[in-house]
Each structure stands twice: as C-alpha cells, then as structure tokens.
C-alpha cells in the first residue's frame, strides 16, 4: 500500500474513531448531570452523586436517593471509562501512524508546503504579533465533567501554548505541570490545534481554519477540584515532532495533577 493510501485509511479510521468517542463521551456526561442533578421526580429528595455511600449508617439502603439507579448508572459509567481509555489509546496509535504516513508522503527534495493559516501567520508575524507555534503535546483521555472538558478542551486537541509554555521551554511536558500547580482557581491560556468542528458548548475563540479542516482555538481552562481525580482531568501527550530531548517520565504520558 502507497503512503498515500495508508494515510487515506488511517484518516477514515480516526474519523470512526472520533466519532465513536464523541458518542461515548456524550453518554457518560448525560449520566455524570443525571447523578448529580436533584431528581425531577417528588420521590428522592438528593442526587446520587459518583461516588457518595448508597447504604444509610444503620446498614439499610438510603431512602433519599434512587439507589437501584444509581447503582445502575454507576457501573455504566464505570465500562463508558473503560471504553473511552480504550479509544483514546488506539486514537493515539492512529495519530503516531498516521504522522508516520504523512511525513512519507512528502518527497525528501521538496520540502512540505505550510498550510495557509501558517503561511498567512508567518507574513504577518501571527496572532497577536508572534509567529504561529508548532504543536508540541496532544490532549488525551479528556474525561466529561473535568475542569479540562468545561474549559472548552477535548480529546485529540493539539496544543500550541499552554499558558506562558509553548514548543521552545515546555522541558519535556514539565512545564505543564508547573503551570498548572500554580493555576488552581485560576484560568489558564491554551491555544489548540483542533481537526474537525468545534463543539458547540466549547467556549472558545476559532482563530482560524485551514485546508486539512485544523481549527485554532483559544480556550480558557481552570484547574480545581472536582469529583474525579486530579485538578484538570486529562493527561498530555508528547508529540513526534516535538523538540529533542530524554523521553518524559511515566511512558511518554505527563499527568495533569
């Protein structure tokens, strides 16, 4: 198979993929609103919530929540997660194969032409009066619910700059961390690359869309707690084409704590 061709088939595949993982996302987030929403019935008087005791402290089931439902969607939501980490790892194998493919479409002695947006942005000097930043991590296992999800990011986001980190001092996706440590309470600057339509509950500014159909996006995000764990609910990635450096600690993957 030519690398075009691979690069056709692995496109398609992330398209299935995205949507499969959207359709997943959209049920556990109807779930997570479901538990935590008072009922709309006169029969319970409080949400179940995610995690909250469903047995009273004399050992019988709690006569203010529905607890068949809640045990119910519970579990459901525990095989939705299990189901979106397995997609997001085979959308990050994907993304790794379909770069492979990309890059060996383009003939060594001509080097790759820049997409318009990048072309317009390094006439200009960009957005803002600075060059346009390559990507440097990719947003991965954006759990509904989380601070991440509500600020406007998503699963398969590229990211350009995350607050004052961008690809030239991110030190091998630490500076991420560092940032967002210092951040809790208080809104962080993301610029993304995004392929595909933006939500429409996302939040965000769209800069700009060039001919692959990438969006950039400036979102606001706010680390806190919530009731997953961690303060963003999400992990990042480092990307390929990312500036060299010793692999980052825990196989490649930086937490958001």
């Given at each position: ?85 397995g ?7 994907a ?13 060594p ?83 993304t ?14 800069w700009?869309?060039?001919a ?46």
């Amino acid at each position: 198979m030519s690398a075009h061709a691979a690069a056709s088939t692995l496109r398609k595949q992330l398209l299935d993929l995205d949507r499969e993982r959207g359709a997943v996302e959209e049920e556990m987030q109807a779930i997570i609103e479901e538990l935590t929403s008072p009922p709309l019935d006169g029969k319970f008087s409080q949400p179940a919530g995610l995690t909250e005791p469903l047995v009273a402290p004399d050992g019988f089931p709690r006569a203010d929540v529905d607890v068949y439902n809640a045990r119910h969607k519970r579990h459901r939501l525990s095989c939705l997660r299990t189901d979106h980490k397995g997609l997001m790892t085979a959308i990050e194998a994907a993304l790794h194969e379909l770069h492979a493919a990309q890059a060996s479409e383009t003939p060594p002695s001509q080097p790759a032409r820049a997409a318009p947006e990048e072309a317009e942005n390094g006439a200009n000097g960009g957005a803002n009066g600075t060059a346009h930043l390559a990507p440097f991590c990719l947003a991965n296992d954006v759990l509904p619910g989380s601070p991440a999800y509500l600020g406007g990011l998503r699963s398969g986001d590229r990211i350009q700059r995350f607050g004052n980190v961008d690809a030239t001092n991110h030190r091998n996706l630490q500076g991420l961390a560092d940032v967002v440590r210092h951040s809790i309470g208080r809104p962080i600057s993301v610029e993304t690359q995004r392929h595909g339509p933006a939500s429409a509950s996302t939040s965000a500014s769209t800069w700009a869309s060039n001919a692959t159909g990438a969006l950039r996006l400036v979102l606001e995000v706010t680390p806190g707690a919530w009731e997953g764990r961690g303060v963003l609910g999400c992990h990042f990635l480092p990307l390929l084409s990312g500036p060299p450096g010793p692999p980052p600690e825990e196989g490649g993957t930086a937490r958001a704590q």
